[in-house]
């Protein structure tokens, strides 16, 4: 830049410009007038329009923030800051953290104790390969302890055949170095990519339109699913502050996704008793700035399959997306209908479906992780794919969050695929669809105490207490205390149990337990609370962020050696 410009700039000051600012207002009103021929006239019109603008501009600001201020937006953002406000009180401040460092200890403690021997630092002579398998050995032979009697939600779904877990394995080992980044290198890697791929979309109705990538779980492709809608919403219609809408019962990854990308995340209730939302909500939460709608087949809290096929009317007659969390229900919802079992439409044959999540390392009996997202057509995928010329190291381009994957997962997932193939994942999806059916029939038959939330079709089933007297986290504590690894909701409170080839041949046992541990909690009503009963009543009665707080304490815990 010259240097006078320079020179300029900088002996610039506010005065300087507002000096500037009023000559070139003087002029303006001036040149108006004479073109007008108005300039003889005493009032000023001029002058008239500014003020009624300033008026004009200031009443909006004023209706906009009213507006604002009746949302629950503000509401949640005043409860927030005064949270925060109460939070750093010096005597709040102090007896916070010492009540969380308290909680830091006994989290330590308890992930320490799960630990055998630590290496802080990397062995100055490296170890035999004998050596270093004994030690892997030892300790994967202590937590198989936990799995031991196969009493376990969700977690492990891969069934006792020896056969295909072999199977997968020796294809994995053949894959770990493999990257299929570099396609010229690993042809097989990126073919087996496209096969996985192309076999899940006809799985799901896709005909020879839809398309997909592969993720490393269904966290990614969730992630990726809404950053697509973000940029696809961007390029179309030119939303800057977009919003998605889900249910409350959607998987919290459409959340962590909303709060990674800066999508506004608008939740909608569901009927405690069903799982299901009341449709007038959802079609109330859309507005001009809503990108997508997200269904759920089923849903991760409740097993509850969304109507899929409302979801779509609304989602094509405001021209926004359609998401489907199909990550749980990936090999059990395609293979309902041949077990006879009733569920709604869930896939691309639902004309408003717009990307469909898919996990292998669930049902689909892949390896850890692996999981397809699928798109309806191309003209969705490209928003997913980053690609930039810009970069001195040459053209770079990739269709997921990672740069280089392991081709491991992906060759899992095929070897598995082609192993099982329709009459195998048939076959799987009847032994656990059957033990669901018994699971269900058996709360409502003998434990009246319970009550199963809605009416779950495939693998998950969900359940409550219906009894005033009856604490169903201390329930949750004496199943614990019998060895079962079942998973704990709130809001309402609840227990549910992903059914997976793994356990599927324990639901008497479960029963059977369910129905003491249910007796136990009502002839003991004095019984001193503990574990979850504790650990979620408590939370029930706190603030999110100080329950937040904690549960970061126990992640670091984990990544921390003491």
Same mark, same amino acid.
């Given at each position: 830049?010259?240097?006078?410009?320079v020179s300029l700039?900088n002996d610039?000051?506010?005065?300087?410009?507002c000096?500037?600012a009023k000559q070139y207002?003087?002029?303006f009103?001036?040149?108006?007038r004479?073109?007008t021929e108005?300039?003889?006239?005493r009032?000023?019109y001029?002058?008239i329009?500014?003020?009624?603008?300033?008026i004009?501009?200031?009443?909006?600001?004023?209706?906009?923030k009213?507006?604002?201020?009746?949302?629950?937006?503000?509401?949640?953002?005043c409860?927030?800051?005064?949270?925060?406000?109460v939070?750093?009180?010096p005597?709040?401040?102090?007896k916070?953290?010492?009540e969380?460092?308290?909680i830091?200890?006994?989290?330590?403690?308890?992930?320490?104790?799960?630990?055998s021997?630590?290496t802080?630092h990397l062995?100055?002579?490296?170890?035999? /390969?004998?050596?270093?398998?004994?030690?892997? #050995?030892?300790?994967?032979k202590?937590?198989?302890?936990?799995?031991k009697?196969h009493r376990?939600?969700?977690?492990?779904?891969?069934?006792d055949?020896?056969?295909?877990?072999?199977?997968?394995?020796?294809?994995?080992k053949?894959f770990?170095?493999?990257?299929p980044?570099?396609?010229?290198?690993f042809?097989?890697?990126?073919?087996m990519?496209a096969?996985?791929i192309?076999?899940t979309a006809?799985?799901y109705?896709?005909?020879?339109?839809?398309?997909g990538?592969t993720?490393?779980?269904g966290?990614?492709?969730i992630?990726?699913?809404i950053l697509?809608y973000?940029?696809?919403?961007r390029d179309?219609?030119g939303?800057?502050?977009?919003?998605?809408?889900?249910t409350?019962?959607a998987h919290?990854?459409f959340e962590k996704a909303?709060?990674?990308?800066?999508?506004?995340?608008?939740?909608?209730?569901?009927?405690?008793?069903t799982?299901l939302?009341?449709?007038g909500?959802?079609?109330n939460?859309?507005?001009?700035?809503t990108i997508a709608?997200?269904a759920?087949?089923?849903?991760?809290?409740?097993?509850?399959?969304? *109507?899929?096929?409302?979801?779509?009317?609304?989602?094509l007659?405001?021209?926004?997306g359609?998401?489907? *969390?199909c990550?749980?229900?990936?090999f059990?919802a395609?293979?309902?209908?041949?077990?006879?079992?009733?569920?709604p439409?869930f896939?691309?044959s639902?004309?408003?479906v717009?990307?469909?999540?898919?996990?292998?390392?669930?049902?689909?009996?892949a390896p850890?992780?692996? /999981?397809v997202l699928?798109?309806?057509?191309k003209?969705?995928?490209?928003?997913a794919?980053?690609?930039t010329a810009?970069?001195?190291?040459?053209?770079y381009?990739t269709?997921? @969050?990672a740069?280089?994957?392991s081709?491991?997962?992906?060759a899992?997932a095929w070897a598995?695929?082609m192993?099982?193939g @329709?009459?195998?994942?048939?076959?799987?999806?009847k /032994?656990?669809l059957?033990?669901a059916?018994?699971?269900v029939?058996?709360?409502k #038959?003998?434990i009246p105490?319970?009550?199963?939330?809605g009416?779950?079709?495939?693998?998950?089933?969900?359940?409550t207490s219906n009894?005033?007297?009856?604490d169903?986290y201390?329930v949750y504590?004496?199943?614990?205390k019998?060895g079962w690894k079942v998973?704990?909701l709130q809001?309402?409170?609840?227990?549910n149990?992903?059914?997976t080839?793994?356990n599927?041949?324990?639901?008497?046992?479960?029963?059977?337990?369910?129905?003491?541990a249910?007796?136990?909690?009502?002839d003991?009503p004095k019984?001193?609370?503990s574990?979850?009963a504790?650990?979620?009543?408590?939370?029930q009665s706190?603030?999110?962020?100080?329950?937040?707080?904690?549960?970061v304490?126990?992640i670091?815990?984990m990544?921390?050696?003491l």
């Amino acid at each position: 830049m010259d240097a006078n410009w320079v020179s300029l700039i900088n002996d610039l000051s506010v005065e300087k410009v507002c000096w500037v600012a009023k000559q070139y207002y003087h002029i303006f009103k001036v040149i108006v007038r004479r073109t007008t021929e108005s300039y003889v006239i005493r009032l000023d019109y001029i002058d008239i329009v500014v003020i009624w603008t300033v008026i004009l501009l200031c009443t909006l600001y004023v209706l906009r923030k009213l507006c604002y201020m009746t949302s629950d937006e503000y509401r949640q953002d005043c409860k927030r800051r005064s949270i925060k406000f109460v939070k750093n009180l010096p005597i709040i401040r102090t007896k916070i953290q010492k009540e969380f460092a308290k909680i830091e200890v006994e989290i330590n403690k308890s992930t320490d104790s799960l630990r055998s021997s630590k290496t802080y630092h990397l062995p100055t002579k490296g170890m035999k /390969s004998s050596t270093v398998k004994e030690k892997i #050995e030892n300790n994967i032979k202590r937590e198989k302890e936990n799995f031991k009697h196969h009493r376990v939600h969700g977690t492990m779904y891969y069934s006792d055949k020896k056969d295909v877990a072999n199977l997968v394995k020796d294809v994995c080992k053949e894959f770990l170095y493999h990257n299929p980044l570099h396609y010229d290198l690993f042809p097989t890697s990126t073919q087996m990519e496209a096969e996985v791929i192309n076999m899940t979309a006809n799985l799901y109705h896709g005909e020879k339109k839809a398309v997909g990538i592969t993720t490393s779980g269904g966290t990614e492709s969730i992630l990726m699913a809404i950053l697509t809608y973000r940029d696809w919403a961007r390029d179309t219609k030119g939303i800057k502050k977009p919003e998605l809408v889900a249910t409350k019962s959607a998987h919290v990854a459409f959340e962590k996704a909303c709060h990674y990308f800066g999508v506004k995340y608008v939740t909608v209730d569901v009927n405690p008793k069903t799982g299901l939302p009341a449709f007038g909500d959802i079609k109330n939460a859309i507005n001009k700035n809503t990108i997508a709608l997200v269904a759920s087949c089923p849903s991760f809290p409740y097993g509850a399959i969304d *109507d899929v096929n409302r979801f779509s009317n609304l989602a094509l007659r405001h021209g926004i997306g359609l998401h489907v *969390d199909c990550c749980l229900g990936g090999f059990m919802a395609p293979f309902a209908k041949d077990n006879n079992v009733t569920i709604p439409a869930f896939d691309f044959s639902v004309k408003g479906v717009t990307t469909i999540s898919v996990d292998h390392h669930k049902f689909g009996q892949a390896p850890k992780g692996i /999981s397809v997202l699928l798109f309806r057509d191309k003209s969705w995928r490209k928003y997913a794919i980053y690609a930039t010329a810009k970069w001195p190291g040459g053209i770079y381009a990739t269709p997921t @969050m990672a740069g280089s994957r392991s081709s491991a997962p992906i060759a899992g997932a095929w070897a598995a695929m082609m192993y099982y193939g @329709m009459e195998g994942y048939i076959a799987q999806a009847k /032994s656990v669809l059957d033990a669901a059916a018994t699971l269900v029939a058996g709360i409502k #038959e003998e434990i009246p105490e319970l009550s199963v939330i809605g009416n779950p079709k495939l693998s998950l089933v969900a359940f409550t207490s219906n009894r005033r007297n009856l604490d169903i986290y201390s329930v949750y504590d004496k199943l614990v205390k019998k060895g079962w690894k079942v998973g704990a909701l709130q809001k309402p409170a609840g227990i549910n149990l992903s059914i997976t080839p793994f356990n599927a041949g324990t639901m008497e046992e479960l029963i059977a337990d369910l129905k003491e541990a249910v007796k136990q909690v009502l002839d003991n009503p004095k019984e001193k609370k503990s574990g979850m009963a504790v650990i979620y009543g408590t939370a029930q009665s706190m603030p999110a962020q100080f329950v937040e707080e904690g549960a970061v304490i126990g992640i670091e815990a984990m990544l921390n050696l003491l």
